[in-house]
DNA sequence: CACAAATTGAAATTCAATATCAATATTACA
DNA sequence: TGTAATATTGATATTGAATTTCAATTTGTG
């Protein structure tokens, strides 16, 4: 269930619409203001904290656990993806269109993250897919190691 | 710094005592019991919980942090890596040894695990860490999606 | 409108990860 | 070998992100 590729913003919503229809959920004021904070968050991978600091700023009196909560559903409906860079705090991303989904590179010297656009791992995770009878939705590819700056500063 | 093919065991060892040695740290009766188990564990990818479960019942004395604190340990040394499937708990397992990496295929309906064998992650990394001016010392590849149970039970 | 059901926000709880600290073990070195 | 210096251990306490609880509020349905 990839979304195509034309279609930013309203078929996200068009989506998120569709799944609180389907839940028997309901949509709300909280929903929606997280919503458009999310999708239009300039960094990547944004924690809970971060999106409730921001939001805070224009919504006082939105709450943590709200945040929480609705990430989490933007996860199920699989508009959003977690990912764990190993510093005990999930954070969380928009999920990338199909030819746009990008990947990792993690500096474990000094926990730098480069992102790189991604050629041919959806073919190599097709054939991966077939393989294995299973219906790949997603996937997360990091790398690990030194960038530039933190290699020439090691020993050994 | 990828570990030779060859030779499991006593290689690793030896890593381990060389970076103790390095770092001016110190070889303890805990320390040897904790690499036996954890590089003799027959599941992928333990929780400290489970692996100082194991341990306690040969040896009861010993402690969860110093477990907690061992597998760290070999995470610095190179000796492991840490994973995270998203249920909250750190797992650990042995790095691998060149040409014998694996990666995971996980289901988000059931949580099922399938491991399988990379043919083209490595060379594809070469190139990807050349551009980006990167020393990649090891990868996780992760697809998302659903088994073949799972797909069947599903509405949409 | 009125009822049923979901959501919210604040606060409490949970639980893995990590820190603390006195007792003990290991290493370095005289 | 013995002793001082230092790292480690294990029990416990603490931290902090994630999650739950619950009364008040909001939303969808008829």
Partial sequence: MLLSKATPKSERKKALDEYILKKRLKSTKQRDIIF???????????????????????NPKIGYATVYRTLKLFKECGLAFERNFGDGRARYEPVKFEGEHHDHLICIGCGRIIEFANLRIEQYSRGVAKLNDFEVLNHKLELYGYCSSCTRGRDK
């Fill in 36 to 58: 458009d904070e999310f999708f239009n968050y300039p960094g990547q991978h944004v924690t809970v904290e971060e999106l409730y600091e921001k939001l805070k700023k224009q």
